[in-house]
């Protein structure tokens, strides 16, 4: 085994290990993680010897393993998933050329994050930094809402507006909220809502609700479409994409394309706003998956605006197939930099048109 550690500083992630295996972007690693304390071995089989050797108090925070053609990293992850040693300990796997059976057996051990050649070492050190901090030091996001440095507090105006509206609307459609209830009921098995874990203002984590359009098995199939139908994924030189939006989604059911298409799967939301985990307008809160992947003092300014139901991205470029991922987190900031009443009530005003997309995103 031939293990080499780099040079321990002051730097940003000096005070952070890593267990490496891997020869073909060994010195792009060693070279470009310099600042992390490194532990680099030629072989997984050495790199699983290295860790039978650990005991508590010198684990890595990060094991980061080169993808070989055998499989054998995989095997190696399934080891370290089962091991109550590791447990908590960070897995990236690198690639020397783009697989997306790779990619997907990665997803689907749940592996922190996959990096595919070329992809730029910068990228790499930012996100692994941010792995430790969130995954180590905050490893729940509901934790971190208690700790952002800047808060966002609700102006009574804004809040005002939203329990009227969101109050009147929930009585008005009160048969529509039945009707739909029904077909969904009727057109397919399984429950009527849809519930999943949303991150909002300040990174705070809350059960967001929709009515289901998509079958049971959709999460399940998440993995596999995220690398080949994302509609964010096709930037042009993109290594991965922060946000998830599938292209002609196959898991909607036929109700739900409808539902969809004319927005009223978002219904349910509404009683999101009443209770105040978000506004009327303001930034779409994200999947878990997806927030995670905004790591940057850049991108994290669009959690310290309002979550909102609609906002700047919806009435500007929903939908449409030339919306980068950079355009949408540009809106995300721009909203939750210069929001406000008036700018909130123009919002509104061309959410109606906004209702109905032709595009299948």
């Known amino acids: 085994m031939s293990q080499q550690t780099s040079d321990w500083n002051e730097n940003s992630g000096s005070h952070i290990k890593i267990a490496y295996a891997g020869l073909e972007l060994k010195e792009l690693i060693l070279t470009g993680l310099a600042n992390f304390n490194i532990i680099a071995n030629d072989t997984i089989a050495e790199l699983e010897e290295y860790l039978g050797e650990q005991s508590i108090l010198s684990i890595p925070d990060i094991i980061l393993i080169e993808v070989d053609n055998e499989g054998k990293c995989f095997k190696l992850v399934e080891e370290i998933k089962k091991s109550f040693l590791l447990t908590g300990v960070i897995i990236v796997l690198l690639s020397t050329h783009k697989d997306k059976t790779y990619k997907q057996t990665a997803m689907k051990l749940r592996v922190h994050d996959y990096y595919s050649q070329p992809f730029a070492i910068d990228d790499l050190r930012e996100r692994l930094n941010f792995l430790v901090t969130f995954k180590l030091i905050k490893p729940r996001l509901l934790e971190l809402s208690k700790e952002v440095d800047t808060t966002y507090k609700m102006p ?206």
């Open 156 to 361: 009574w105006g804004k809040r005002a507006i939203d329990l009227v509206i969101s109050g009147s609307m929930l009585f008005f459609l009160s048969p529509v909220f039945l009707a739909v209830a029904i077909a969904i009921r009727l057109d397919s098995k399984g429950p009527i809502f849809y519930t999943s874990k949303r991150v909002g203002t300040g990174y705070k984590v809350f059960n967001f609700y929709k009515f289901r359009s998509m079958r049971t098995d959709a999460d399940q199939l998440l993995a596999k479409l995220s690398t080949e139908n994302n509609q964010y994924a096709t930037e042009a030189g993109a290594s991965k994409a922060a946000f998830v939006k599938i292209k002609n989604d196959p898991r909607i059911t036929k109700l739900g394309n409808f539902l969809r298409n004319s927005s009223l799967d978002e219904l349910p939301q509404l009683y999101n706003i009443l209770i105040g985990d978000m506004s009327v307008v303001g930034n779409r809160p994200l999947p878990v998956y997806e927030a995670e992947m905004l790591t940057s003092n850049e991108w994290s300014m669009r959690f310290l605006g309002p979550a909102g139901l609609t906002g700047l991205w919806q009435v500007s470029k929903r939908g449409k197939e030339d919306m980068s991922e950079r355009e949408r987190k540009k809106l995300d900031n721009f909203y939750a930099q210069k929001y406000s009443i008036w700018l909130d009530l123009r919002i509104i005003a061309g959410t109606i048109p906004a209702l109905f997309q032709k595009e299948k995103v």
